[in-house]
Each structure stands twice: as C-alpha cells, then as structure tokens.
C-alpha cells in the first residue's frame, strides 16, 4: 500500500524542507511593448528663389495612390517637421511664460487680424433655425465677411503680391471651416498650420517665433473656434462620435502633452479633477481643451462622452500621451484620405510629381462644391461619392454638432448644468 502524501501543514512544519526563495522577477528591458515616439525631422530653411511664381491651391489627393505618393513626399516631411518643431519648442513651457514683449511684429500683427476676425464674427449673427442643432446658415455671411477683408489683412503682415495673398487667402479662409458644408474639424486645423507654414516658407517666422506661435497665435485660434463653432454649431467634419478624441481638434493634445512633459505635479490622471481642470487650464492646451470638451457635452463624465480621452489618461506619463499624439497625428490627420482629400497644395506647400489635378480627375474645386458636401473620390479605379459628414470614414448620417445639443439644452433647461448618467 503506498502512504498517503504529506499534508501542507505538515511541510510547513518540517524544517528539513526548504522552500524556494521569493524573488522579484526583472522585466527583460527588450521585451518592452513601447513603441518610439516618432521623430521630428529637421525643419528645412526656407530656400524661395527671388522669381518664384505663387499659384492657387487646389486638391490634389483624389485617389488612395495620390495619398501614398503624398506620404512618402518632401512635402509631408515638411508638414510634419512644422508641427513636431512647433510642439518641441514649447515643452514644458505653459502659455504665461510668453511675454507680450517677447513677440515678434510678425506674431503681434496675426494676433490683431485674428481680433479683426472676432470682430467679422460679431456683425454676423447666426440665423434664427428653431431649435435646430445643426450647422447654421449665418456661418456663410461670416465667412464671406472674412474674404472681404482678408486682401487688407494679408498686406498688413507684408505680403502685397496679389498671387501671393490669393495663394495665403485660402488656406486663411479654409482654417475657419468649411462655407458650403457648415462643418469643422482637423482638416480646417490643419489649414491655419498650413497658413502659418506658409509664412515661414517667406521667412516671415523664424525659429525663435515658434513658441510665441503656438502659446499666442494657436490659442487665440483656438478660443475664437470656440465662440464660432458655439455660435454656428458648426458641424462636425469626419467625426467619429464617442469613440473620437474630439468632435472638432487635435493639435490642443499634442501641444498640450508636450507642455506637461515632465510635470511636476500634474499627471495624465489629472484631466478627473475639476480643481486642476480650472486652475491650470488656460496655462496648459491639454487640460483647457479637456474642460471645454466636458462643458458642450450633454452629459457628465468623459468615460461616458470621451472614452477615449478617459482611457488616456491611464498612461503612466505625458511622455506616452505625447508619443501617442504624434503617432496619432500621422496617422489619423496626414495618414487619413478622408481628411486629405479636402488638402490644398499650391507653391509654398507642393504637390510632387504624379499626384491626380481636379482636370485629370474631373472634380469640382473645393470651394465650388453643392450643399451637402458630396465629392467625388477615385478608390480602386471607381469613382465614388464620399459624404464627409459621417460615423466614421466614408459615407454615413449627417452628425449635429454636440456643441449646439448642449447650447439648445442649456437654453431649455434655464442655464442649468448637464444631466448625470442615472448609474453614475
């Protein structure tokens, strides 16, 4: 017969039995799943021979081979050292360490345009619509307003070459959303870093302008968007819904991730605290968008109308925020052909050899295009019309704009604050 084995409590009990020492297990430091933050590739000298010739931008991203012959271009590489230049040149910098006597004649000229066009926006009210939430027709009148002063404003930073003002005007007039379509988003963000690039490539911004560009003329930008997409309900261009990082922006969270790059104190999970959120948000992009966000959305909580920015937050560091922001700009602003067909190129920012032209394709210019904002777009040999309105990539329901839900709510509701999740 055998016996039976010996019961734990009796092994515990036997000091003949030695058990096995418990040591912390060490993380192999190759086996790590962190990817390398994309790098910023050196910002080119503006190198514009005495003769050039300025053109009017037009599409020319018509087609998925268009948008690959793009992605490997000097030009993309160009876009990209801009934006990554700009966001290094502010880390951990907040936008009160700009002085007013640090600013360039340049960066103090833009700043008052964009005061002028905050006048513009106040002489044209928004339509009376009901109570409807989608894009209001007064944008228009905005809109054409902008255009006739924007001829004045150009020559007031210099640029009195009517090709060269007719080639910085429409990316100036795109930058504010689109006229026919009534709706915003990264792509129209995308067309005021082009119009800055733009004024780089004629040396008129320098190196040392760079943070005076995104922690004054950005943010001035960015708080005028604010008051037109709340007063125009200005729809959301390509937006994703709930699973999207914001209806309207992007470049608030890579700029603003690389202002928090080594933080003291304030941490990714900090965007769940009101206090921080109040305190520091006009110094730092991140946290200010994060508050604007929570404030024109008709529910309380970001893991219910921002999971996606909740579930950032659970990073360990700005560090992988920053990274992440700059492989998500790659890839969902430059890397989408959704968003890149509506790209302009004209001299400044070129296209490259074999690129479709609007001739070749047969497409209207962007702003000639019908109500509703169909477009051609070639995929696969096909021609097909993309509604870039939409859930998603291509082709879906027209999205309200959430900061006209939550205006139209606050005006129902007497001013009161947003409405809890019953299980919250």
Not at 24 to 41: G, L
Not at 194 to 210: E, K, P
Request: proline share 7%.
């Amino acid at each position: 017969m055998h016996s039976p084995p010996p019961s734990s409590e009796s092994l515990l009990n036997d000091s003949t039995v030695r058990l096995p020492k418990l040591t912390p297990r060490k993380r192999d430091p190759t086996s790590s799943n962190a990817r390398p933050a994309p790098v910023t590739p050196a910002l080119p000298p503006p190198l514009l021979p005495s003769n050039h010739a300025f053109t009017r931008p037009t599409r020319r991203i018509l087609s998925s081979e268009d948008h690959q012959i793009f992605q490997r271009s000097s030009t993309h590489t160009l876009l990209v050292s801009f934006v990554f230049s700009l966001a290094e040149s502010i880390k951990g910098t907040p936008v009160s360490a700009v002085t007013d006597e640090q600013l360039s004649p340049f960066v103090k000229a833009v700043l008052e345009i964009l005061d002028d066009v905050g006048e513009v926006q106040k002489r044209h009210p928004p339509e009376d619509q009901g109570d409807s939430r989608f894009g209001n027709k007064g944008f228009r009148d905005f809109v054409d307003g902008l255009e006739r002063e924007q001829s004045r404003w150009h020559q007031k930073l210099g640029i009195h070459d009517a090709a060269a003002v007719d080639e910085l005007s429409t990316y100036f007039l795109q930058s504010f959303g689109n006229r026919t379509r009534i709706d915003y988003g990264s792509g129209h963000e995308l067309n005021f870093m082009v119009w800055l690039l733009c004024h780089y490539q004629l040396s008129l911004i320098s190196a040392v302008d760079l943070p005076s560009v995104v922690l004054r003329i950005f943010t001035r930008y960015l708080s005028l968007m604010r008051t037109i997409q709340s007063t125009y309900y200005l729809e959301p261009a390509g937006s994703h819904g709930v699973w999207g990082l914001d209806d309207y922006q992007f470049l608030p969270f890579l700029f603003g991730a690389s202002q928090l790059l080594n933080h003291s104190y304030i941490r990714p999970l900090s965007i769940h605290q009101p206090l921080i959120l109040e305190e520091y948000g006009e110094d730092y992009l991140y946290l200010g968008q994060v508050s604007f966000v929570n404030s024109v959305k008709n529910v309380e909580g970001l893991r219910w109308h921002s999971p996606m920015l909740d579930d950032i937050s659970a990073a360990k560091s700005w560090t992988r925020v920053e990274a992440g922001m700059r492989r998500m700009f790659l890839a969902e602003v430059l890397g989408k052909l959704p968003v890149m067909q509506h790209f302009l190129f004209g001299s400044l920012v070129p296209a490259v050899e074999g690129m479709s032209t609007e001739q070749t394709a047969r497409v209207s210019r962007e702003e000639d295009e019908t109500e509703g904002g169909e477009v051609v777009v070639v995929r696969d040999g096909m021609k097909h019309v993309h509604q870039q309105n939409s859930w998603g990539d291509c082709c879906g329901i027209k999205v309200p704009s959430s900061v006209g839900a939550a205006e139209e709510m606050k005006k129902r509701m007497g001013g009161e604050g947003l409405r809890r999740i019953p299980f919250d």
